[in-house]
């Protein structure tokens, strides 16, 4: 079967670090997009260009939004630390970004390269601008997924998971011109827990990528620990990618689903009405559940299969 060809937009955090390094072995990636997010753009873009050379993933890399549309750029410091990457060294980068425009690279890869899977795990500002300059993007796509939201409660506030509430106004664009898509929320990415055993696999396969994942896991296990008081880190990221890659490991409905901008406690909300009669002609399919224990051994398996061949 053909491999999926997918371009990751991504805001590298640990667990966008961990979903490009099983994206490199699970798909044919065209192209990497950075946006700011987890931290400022600078240090995603860095981050970025350094995982895709650990990877030994020869792919254009573009910098995109600086800035969300309305709010103050608010970070994820506290869960990714200062750099995004944790403690976590990464060896001195030798690549550089091809252009400024990761929305400009969005809206001509959709409509060069047939089937395009488009995959968005940071906040949707990129998305946002690519279907402003092209409102036949999601036409030209084979397909688009994001990790954000959730149907039920949130990670940033009550309500509201972080890639959506990082910039509400852009996820109301793209949920108002991007459907019929994929939403991997926070229901499904937190029943796929990584902890010290994944870890543990990781570090003793001993290769540049396995050693860097271990070195991520382990951050993110610690911060889930003091966080959430979770012996295993969810890494939302990474169930992004493999929904396109291994959809039969989830289970989703379809719904309408609204983003809050106004409510005093509840902006940055996704609204998913799942009442039976709800009706909608732009329907976003919402994973309720994953097969965990399957999720798990693919993602550890991608990264330990990556530098081993
Ligand atoms: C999402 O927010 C970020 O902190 C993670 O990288 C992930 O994309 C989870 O809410
Ligand atoms: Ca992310």
Known sequence: MARVRMLLDCDPGLDDAIALLIAAHLTDLVGITTVNGNVGIDHTTHNALAIAQVAQLDVPIHRGAARPYVNEPIDAAYVHGATGLGSVEVPDVTGTVVSDDAAGFIVESARSIADLELVAVGPLTNIADAVTADPDLRGRLGGFTIMGGAAVGGNTTATSEFNIWADPEAADVVFRTMAPFTMVGLDVTHQVLLGPAERDRMRAAATPASLLAADLLDYAVARAGELRGSAGAPIHDACAVLAVTHPHLF??????????????????????????MAET?????????????????VIVESVLALGSS
Do not use: N
Not at 254 to 276: Q, W
């Open 281 to 297: 002609d732009r329907p976003i399919h919402v994973l309720r559940d994953a097969d965990s224990a399957a999720a798990i051994d």
């Open 251 to 276: 289970a989703g409905t379809d719904h309408p689903v609204e983003v809050e901008l106004t409510g005093t406690h509840t902006r940055g909300m996704t609204v998913v009405d799942a009442r039976p």
